[in-house]
C-alpha cells in the first residue's frame, strides 16, 4: 500500500518553511509510521477494488453450461442464458464477452449470495471462473481476435456452489465465497463465470444472484 504525501501528513518545519536541502519533513500518525530501524511505513487498511454484477443463470434440463458473459449483452444483461456446451468443460468462445478488468490487477476472490427458484433434483451447481485475453501472437489493438484458438484461457477456480457444511436447501438464499488466489491479470482481460446445474433436471430451473469480485 502507498501513501499519499498531502497537508495532512507533512511536518510543520514544512509548513514554517524551514525546510533542508534534499529532505521532507513528515508528520507521524497520518497514515506513516517509524519503525525500530528508523524507516518509515505506511499504516492502515489497503482499499481493494470492488467489482460487482448479476443476473439470473439458466439451469438447463441438458445440464449445460451458461456463462455470464453473453455474446451480445455482456455481464450487464439480466440473465445469463449463453450456452457453453454440455462436456466435462465449458467451451470458451472468443466472442464471450466478460468483465474487463485492466491489467496489473489480481483477482482475491469472488462472492456470490444466490437461490434456485425451485430445486428440482439439482444438488450443487459446478463453476469455473476463467481469465481470457489474447495469445501472444494476437492484439487487442493491432489484429482483433475472431477464432477461440486465439483466446487464452486461465481457470483461476473451479468447484461447486454449494457453501462446505451448508444444511439448508438450494432455494434459501446462500452465500459462497470463492478464493481466486490472487490470479494475475497478466494483460487487459475478460473475466467470465461458467455454470452448470449437478443432479436431475426436469424443466428449466433458475439460479438468481449477485456477486462481487475483490481485486488488489
Do not use: C
Amino acid at each position: 500500500m502507498s501513501t499519499l504525501v498531502t497537508p495532512g501528513n507533512l511536518g510543520p518545519e514544512f509548513d514554517l518553511g524551514a525546510i533542508q536541502a534534499d529532505k521532507i519533513r513528515l508528520k507521524l500518525g497520518a497514515g506513516l509510521a517509524i519503525q525500530p530501524d528508523g524507516t518509515i511505513v505506511a499504516t492502515g487498511t489497503n482499499k481493494d477494488l470492488l467489482l460487482t454484477g448479476g443476473g439470473r443463470w439458466y439451469l438447463n434440463t441438458n445440464n449445460s453450461w451458461v456463462t455470464d458473459s453473453d455474446d451480445n449483452y455482456s455481464v450487464q444483461y439480466y440473465q445469463f442464458a449463453e450456452v457453453a456446451g454440455t462436456g466435462a468443460e465449458p467451451i470458451y468462445e472468443w466472442e464471450h464477452k466478460g468483465m474487463l478488468i485492466p491489467a496489473g490487477y489480481n483477482l482475491e476472490k469472488l462472492d456470490i449470495v444466490g437461490r434456485l427458484n425451485a430445486v428440482d433434483g439439482i444438488t450443487d451447481l459446478e463453476y469455473r471462473v476463467v481469465i481470457r485475453h489474447p495469445n501472444a501472437s494476437n492484439s487487442w489493438e493491432v489484429t482483433g481476435v475472431n477464432l477461440d484458438t486465439e483466446m487464452t484461457n486461465i481457470v483461476a477456480a473451479s468447484g461447486f456452489l454449494k457453501p462446505a457444511g451448508y444444511t439448508g436447501v438450494l432455494n434459501h438464499q446462500f452465500k459462497t465465497s470463492i478464493d481466486l488466489a490472487n490470479t494475475p491479470i497478466p494483460e487487459d482481460a475478460l473475466v467470465s463465470i461458467y455454470m452448470r446445474p449437478v443432479g436431475t433436471v426436469s424443466a428449466r430451473r433458475y439460479l438468481q444472484s449477485t456477486y462481487t469480485y475483490t481485486l488488489s
